[in-house]
């Protein structure tokens, strides 16, 4: 087996972004958020947002980007929700953001809160931003430099082409159990797919769903992607195969945007995010659940 990334540009390495941080036309952002968890399981999830962090120290140049605050639909009742593209789109502008500008999006701990705003940007129709391979992680280990200074971007102009077909509700998701022609894949954790853990809501998956964790997509000691072959036997063992059309869902719509971008960069044509994830489907007692 050997596969290869289709799309390099949308991954920077630590070295890449280290030689352009003077780039006129470069737009570097951090997106960590922090997910709170009672160890009981008698509370909701929580997110607090990482800007003591990214006060404390940043890439140089780099600005924050609230996922919650500043990118999602807090009108919805449901975290992180995807605003409407023309909001976002103008929110980015306000950041900074324009059509001539690229963009660097990177994370602390994990990748997923750079390939969440990264899904969010492709679902706009903007397609000249990249993740930070190996993120804050790899950018404090190798000792490149840090600032604490803020972003001092000009505003600019974003132009929304939205593509709606790369997120999806949970109509789309239950209309798909039972669907041969449909692979639902489940990036959570492999005790939560199980059903041992209840973190989001009721325990257990969406019926028929298969799991390939986000965690086991990214190498933990520098949070660096996982290779091609690697990932693709991943998705394949689990019969992701390139024919079927793709669901991917996790607890709020953030994990699931790591497999999503790593089958995209694999060549696969039809990938949809749940969006609202288990954070939904978990409490609402007239959706199904499956547990081992």
Known sequence: MTAAYQYPDAVVSTDWLADHLEDADLRIFECT?????????????????????YDAGHIPGAGYLDLQEDLSDNQAGIRFKMPAAEDLARVLGEKGVGDETRVVLYARDTLQWSTRVWWMFRAIGFDNVAILDGGWHSWEAEGRP???????????????????????????????????GTCTINALTPNIHRGDDARYGRAGRIPGSVNVPAAALQEPKMMKLTTPDEALAAFETVGADREKRIIVYCGGGVAATLDAFLLHQLGYADIAVYDNSMTEWAN????PMETD
């Open 33 to 53: 958020m922090y997910l709170q968890y009672d160890p009981e399981g008698k509370k909701p999830v929580t997110a607090r947002n990482a800007r003591p962090e």
């Open 146 to 180: 840090v600032s604490t200074d803020p972003a001092t971007y000009p505003a600019g102009t974003v132009t929304a082409r939205p593509r709606p077909e790369v997120f999806v509700g949970k109509d789309q998701v239950k209309g798909a159990i039972g669907d041969a």
């Open 284 to 287: 609402d007692p007239d959706l």
